[in-house]
């Protein structure tokens, strides 16, 4: 039997843009593979009836975004290490700042801020990160600080 060779970094297929994580908790770009990303769009919707109960009209209140992340913690140094790779395993902080580029869309591309989450780790499975964001619509609340 032919013994295999290769060359150049092992990686793991992933959807292509990148994640990263900035505030107390950080994570590079570079040391996440996103696995996939899910849009959710919402909004109010108030009804206004006549008299009788028939609908004549509707009003929409303001949207709200949320996005499900999947990705892979790895270490995407050159001496890449395992304790490393181990320590790329991380939440971030309540409401914390997480950044998506490259997807290519701007539905998904951009800051969003972490609502919630959770890390799961199963014998002969990668590491998996999977994390609830949130971003307003309106202009003016791009960071946690202008919600008040």
């Known amino acids: 039997m032919a013994t295999q060779r290769g060359v150049g970094k092992y990686f793991v297929n992933g ?9 107390a908790v950080t994570l590079a770009a570079a040391d996440s593979k996103a696995q996939s990303v899910e849009l959710d769009r919402q909004f ?11 609908f004549v009209a509707a009003v929409a209140g303001e949207v709200t975004d949320t996005l499900k992340v999947r990705m892979i913690p790895i270490d995407s140094s050159v001496s890449s290490t395992l304790t490393q ?22 539905n998904i591309d951009g800051d969003w ?3 919630g989450g959770s890390i799961s780790i ?3 499975q990668p590491v998996e990160i999977n994390m609830d964001l949130i971003r307003p619509n309106s202009a003016y609340q791009t960071d946690p600080a202008d919600f008040d």
């Open 15 to 23: 959807v292509h843009g990148t994640v990263a994580i900035a505030g």
């Open 85 to 106: 790779a181990k320590t790329n395993i991380k939440l971030p902080e309540r409401l914390g700042k997480v950044t998506l580029a490259g997807f290519g869309n701007t």
């Open 44 to 54: 109010d919707v108030a009804q206004i009836r006549d008299g009788k109960g028939a």
């Open 113 to 115: 801020h972490f609502t």
């Open 122 to 124: 199963q014998q002969g």
